[in-house]
């Protein structure tokens, strides 16, 4: 396993053991950067506006389209160490 891939995995260990959650918006934007750098661009249809959630995680991963996988896991690591900083 690549260096930026050991990171990766490591920042999803720790993202879920902060003491404060995210707010929402940053949460789709970790989920967003979470799946660009382990799956690449979005795929599949829009869900439906009655189906809020699942539309707004959809988009926010839509809008990162073209990003390579490792600068979104890049971003997402450098996300959670500045959610980590401002955890404690």
């Known amino acids: 396993m690549s260096d930026l891939a050991t990171r ?19 949460k789709l934007k970790l989920y967003a950067l979470y799946k660009q750098g382990s799956e690449g661009d979005v795929s599949g249809e829009r869900p439906s506006a009655i189906q809020f959630v699942a539309q707004a995680k ?11 996988n490792q600068d979104a896991m890049q971003g997402y690591i450098a996300l959670v160490e500045e959610l980590k900083a401002n955890d404690e």
């Not at 959809?58 to 390579?68: E, N, R, T, V």
Request: aromatic letters at 10%; a negative charge; proline letters at 3%.
């Open 58 to 68: 959809y988009d926010a991963w839509a809008k990162l389209a073209g990003m390579s």
């Open 8 to 26: 990766f995995k490591t920042a999803q260990d720790e993202v879920v053991n902060l003491n404060d959650a995210p707010d929402v918006q940053t």
